[in-house]
C-alpha cells in the first residue's frame, strides 16, 4: 500500500513538471513567432 502510494506521488509530481514544461514550451514558441513577425515587419520597412 506504501508503495502504491509512493508511487502515484511521484507519477502525479511527474505529470505536473511535464505539464509546466509543455507550457512553458508553448510560451518560449509564442515569444518566437512573436519576435519573427516584428523582425520581418521592421525589415520590410527599412529594406
Known amino acids: ?4 502510494l ?3 506521488t511521484v507519477t ?6 511535464t ?3 509543455r507550457q ?3 510560451e518560449v514558441f509564442r515569444l518566437y513567432d512573436e519576435m519573427n513577425a516584428k523582425r520581418e ?3 520590410a520597412r527599412h529594406f
Open 41 to 43: 515587419a521592421f525589415q
Open 12 to 17: 502525479i509530481k511527474r505529470l505536473k513538471k
Open 1 to 4: 500500500m506504501t508503495l502504491n
Open 6 to 8: 509512493i508511487f502515484i
Open 24 to 26: 512553458r514550451d508553448e
Open 19 to 21: 505539464a509546466e514544461q
